[in-house]
């Protein structure tokens, strides 16, 4: 089952979908909520395994998409079975301070997402291998345009959060942070709980040198080159 491209695209009216958890919707296809300037938030059926491009673009409004769909303030282990997105599928959602990528989502995923979400705080992943790989659209829209609007928008405060090691090898997200100066923040499992949890250890690589600190902001280790 899909919900079509266009079906509400320009409904500015509305401001609440309801989606049950757990449903026969597999596609979210291209401009299916576009321009729906009322809508402050969506939860997503973990049903869902492909999000068209630009679905959810110019929900100006919009504060949250939850992918994830799990107990526990988001923090739970869940069962979405998400795999696509599509083109800009944020695009100038200007309210849309972070977003979550589940579990077992770890596909290529292009930056321009998340084109003009000008308040973005954070971008986290609970795939535990770290195997989210976050890319740029060559001229399209690059690293360098997203690494300037979320600094903009957060004073250098922007984070991205995940694991930060698969086995022994730093995590491609964790790799991606490093190499263009993005602070990480380290979440680590707690099987006994099946949920998700911060670690309060924080990094960011400047000029060859990965500081870690704690959310004191208390030094931890300095390591690299001196």
């Known amino acids: 089952t899909i919900i079509g491209n266009h079906a509400f695209d320009g409904c500015g009216s ?3 979908v309801e989606l ?18 009322s809508l402050t938030g969506i939860t997503i059926p973990i ?6 491009d630009y679905c959810f673009a110019n929900c100006t409004i919009l504060s949250y998409a939850d992918f994830c769909n799990s107990a526990d303030d988001g923090m739970g282990v869940s069962a979405s079975q ?9 695009q100038n959602d200007r309210t849309l301070s972070s977003f979550t990528f589940p579990d077992n989502y770890s596909s ?11 308040n973005l705080q954070y971008l986290a992943s609970h795939n ?3 195997s989210l790989d976050l890319v740029d659209d060559g001229d399209y829209y690059t690293v360098d345009q997203f690494k300037s609007m979320v600094d903009n928008a957060t004073d250098g405060a922007f984070y991205l959060e995940g694991y930060g090691n698969s086995g022994m090898v730093s995590s491609t997200l964790r790799n ?22 911060r670690k ?17 902001g208390t030094l931890i280790a300095a390591n690299g080159d001196s």
């Open 14 to 16: 509305l401001s609440t």
């Open 128 to 130: 535990q291998s770290g």
């Open 47 to 52: 049903s869902i395994s492909s999000v068209g």
């Open 176 to 197: 991606f942070a490093t190499n263009h100066n993005f602070a990480f923040s380290h979440l680590q499992y707690n099987s006994g709980a099946t949920r998700h949890e």
């Open 82 to 90: 998400l795999s696509t997105f599509g083109q800009s599928v944020f």
């Open 20 to 37: 049950p958890q757990t449903s026969n919707l597999t596609q979210l296809g291209a401009y299916t909520f576009y321009n729906c300037t």
């Open 200 to 216: 309060n250890e924080y990094e960011i690589t400047e000029d060859g040198i990965t500081y870690v600190a704690n959310d004191t």
């Open 108 to 118: 290529t995923t292009f930056l321009s997402l998340f084109e003009g979400c000008e």
